[in-house]
T-cell receptor
Framework: AQSVTQLGSHVSVSEGALVLLRCNYS??????LFWYVQYPNQGLQLLLK????ATLVKGINGFEAEFKKSETSFHLTKPSAHMSDAAEYFC???WGAGSYQLTFGKGTKLSVIP | GAVVSQHPSWVICKSGTSVKIECRSL??????MFWYRQFPKQSLMLMAT?????????EQGVEKDKFLINHASLTLSTLTVTSAHPEDSSFYIC??????????????FGPGTRLTVL
């Protein structure tokens, strides 16, 4: 079965520290991968996406992610955490160019400590 | 571009009543819209996929008669929770796909609707 797994339901970092949120997928076909951010009582905002072009993807708010096929991973990073980065982050995947349904990971709550 | 709105943003209703939630694509035509449900501190669960002019496709375990979905136009989909009960209280989020933007695999999300059933 195809799936996406986010390791760590809760991650805490100090302000200014590296942010690393992990996402692994399992798929028999090339995936399209997404990272979304959700602030309390709000919808989802797209941070970045991988759609089979460059493996290192840069997104908004200083985030980036690298698609590693050999590791079936798409981890989200940011060099320096800001207080405003505190939110819930979801990794999501669709499979194939004709696939529209998103499968979400369980989410990782990021806390930023001042 | 690719803005999706939801109305209302929150609603409180009595048990046994029906509630309608609207999802609109404001600046594009959405051939496909999706409805998700999110419980507190959990991920999004896909409830159904609706295509304009046809019946919605419901995910396994989602009651079709309880969660009525109508996608009557290319910019509007509605979710009606019929005979709502407290266990239906949740955060409902819609999303839409814009095939015209060259981003067919991307979904654009609405801000969500918080439903509380007393």
């Amino acid at each position: 079965a195809q799936s996406v797994t986010q390791l760590g339901s809760h991650v805490s970092v100090s302000e200014g520290a590296l942010v690393l949120l992990r996402c692994n997928y399992s798929s028999s076909v090339p995936p399209y991968l997404f990272w979304y951010v959700q602030y309390p009582n709000q919808g989802l905002q797209l941070l970045l996406k991988y759609t089979s072009a460059a493996t290192l993807v840069k997104g908004i708010n200083g985030f980036e992610a690298e698609f590693k096929k050999s590791e079936t991973s798409f981890h989200l990073t940011k060099p320096s955490a800001h207080m405003s980065d505190a939110a819930e982050y979801f990794c999501a995947v669709t499979w194939g160019a004709g696939s529209y349904q998103l499968t979400f990971g369980k989410g990782t709550k990021l806390s930023v400590i001042p | 571009g690719a803005v999706v709105s939801q109305h209302p943003s929150w609603v409180i209703c009595k048990s046994g009543t029906s509630v309608k939630i609207e999802c609109r694509s404001l600046d594009f035509q959405a051939t496909t819209m999706f409805w998700y449900r999110q419980f507190p501190k959990q991920s999004l669960m896909l409830m159904a996929t609706s295509n304009e002019g046809s019946k919605a496709t419901y995910e396994q375990g989602v009651e079709k008669d309880k969660f009525l979905i109508n996608h009557a136009s290319l910019t509007l989909s509605t979710l009606t929770v019929t005979s709502a009960h407290p266990e239906d209280s949740s955060f409902y989020i819609c999303s839409a796909r814009d095939p015209g933007q060259g981003r067919p695999n991307e979904q654009f999300f609405g801000p969500g609707t918080r439903l509380t059933v007393l």
